[in-house]
């Protein structure tokens, strides 16, 4: 069953510059219990995608100027953002665990106050309930005693705490959808590894679907089972995990893999080769493909044509380049 599914995605961005367009034709799905990785370099449109899912663009500067995303059937762009369906849809149904929690919790409420406004909010419970709850919760998540770790402040938690605390919101309420942004970026790999499987532990608990949001190729290629691999505001490949992996088609995953470690390699026997050259300006977009200058694949018809489509290229597994093309 398709719990989430977005087509053609346009968000802009007005600045004294021009109109960024952080994301611009962007479509993908979700099914039931998935689990999806989004990658790219910074700058992609990754976060972007993510926060007009949940309808918190800024409006101004942003706005989402095209485009449609169906939440169990009903389209979320019909609802204002800060309107009452909508605001019980985030946080309840589709929740998301923001890059720098630090950035997210707030400095002056105790972290039992946050997670227990959520339950209070989403799950109509007393304060009392939502005390309790909250305790089970962190317990969950594995923080250390929690009766009295509930009353502290985020700056008295470490950075790989304070994502627990988020990831305890987050399912809080056992939403259909999490979104988990960037979810291991302030902490040390061996963290990294514990909250990955917590959370994907957490996940399965409460059969949510899960996105993962990364640039990290390590995080995806042992979690999920789709990818979609992001470049310039738009998806230029997608397809299974180890499809994706195994068999790059469009040139840009193919350079994300060539400038990845791999363990059990040593330096003589395979070189990093980094992609060269910078991502393209948003503002001023070139009307050919965007990874054109970049590409080390490009062909005399990538000088002239349009930025190519999507084209499905065998089990599902799909590349916007032309040098598929017969």
Known sequence: MRVLEVRDLKTYFNTDRGVVKAVDGVS???????????????????SVTMLSVMRLIPEPPGKIVQGKIYFDGEDLLSYEPKGEKMCSIRGRSIAMIFQEPMTS??????????????????????????????????????????????????????????????IAMAISCSPKIVIADEPTTAVDVTTQAQLLELLLDMVMRTKS??????????????????????????????????????RPLHPYTIGLLKSVPRLGETRLKR????????????????????????????????????????????????????????
Request: hydrophobic share 35%; with cysteine.
């Open 28 to 46: 993908f799905h979700v099914e039931q219990g998935e689990l999806v990785g989004l990658i790219g370099e910074s700058g992609c449109g990754k």
């Open 105 to 166: 919790l707030n400095p002056v409420l105790t972290i039992g106050r946050q997670l227990g406004e959520v339950l209070e909010i989403h799950a109509g419970m007393t304060k009392e309930e939502a005390r309790r709850r909250s305790i089970e919760l962190l317990h969950m998540v594995g923080l250390p005693d929690a009766q009295t770790r509930i009353d502290d402040y985020p700056h008295q938690f470490s950075g790989g705490m304070r994502q627990r605390v988020m």
């Open 209 to 246: 679907s899960l996105i993962i949001v990364t640039h990290n190729l390590g995080i995806v290629a042992r979690y999920v089972q789709r990818i979609y691999v992001m470049y310039a505001g738009r998806i230029v490949e997608s397809g299974p995990s180890e499809e994706v992996f195994y």
């Open 271 to 326: 070189r990093l080769v980094p992609i060269e050259g910078l991502p393209p300006d948003l503002i001023d977009m070139p009307p050919t493909c965007a990874f054109l200058e970049r590409c080390t694949l490009r062909l005399q018809r990538c000088k002239r044509d349009p930025w190519p489509e999507l084209r499905d290229l065998g089990g599902g597994h799909y590349a916007a380049c032309y040098i598929h093309e017969s």
